[in-house]
Nanobody, 124 residues
Framework: QVQLVESGGGLVQAGGSLTLSCAAS????????MGWFRQAPGKERDFVAG????????YYPDSVKGRFTISRDNAKNTVYLLMTSLKPEDTAVYYC?????????????????WGQGTQVTVSS
């Protein structure tokens, strides 16, 4: 089992920045990839960033590319999501996810473990 705990959400003005953290514990050596997703009320859960466990590969959808950056700290078993130039449409609950397989993945069903989510609200 892998446990994930997100933190860092909050209220920010449009154009501002926010950094989310995801602390992993348990069988972290079995994890092949990590990702961040978000879900707004009434909408599907969308992929926003992914990283392999070594940190050598990152990938993003066009909607956040150039604004969001995913990174990881091996020593702390923590993955981060730096969000800049935030827009009101970025408002959502953000979830951290871990997958046991290695290849990059963008669908929620390709991840095996999930955090509880953290709310990000961007005001206009």
């Amino acid at each position: 089992q892998v446990q994930l705990v997100e933190s860092g959400g909050g209220l920010v003005q449009a154009g501002g920045s926010l950094t989310l953290s995801c602390a992993a514990s348990g069988r972290t050596l079995s994890v092949g990839r990590m990702g961040w997703f978000r879900q707004a009320p009434g909408k599907e859960r969308d992929f926003v960033a992914g990283i392999n466990w070594s940190g050598s590969s990152t990938y993003y959808p066009d909607s956040v590319k150039g604004r969001f950056t995913i990174s990881r700290d091996n020593a702390k078993n923590t993955v981060y999501l730096l969000m800049t130039s935030l827009k009101p449409e970025d408002t959502a609950v953000y979830y951290c996810a871990a997958g046991l397989a290695l290849p990059p993945a963008r669908r929620p069903d390709q991840y095996d473990y999930w955090g509880q989510g953290t709310q990000v609200t961007v005001s206009s």
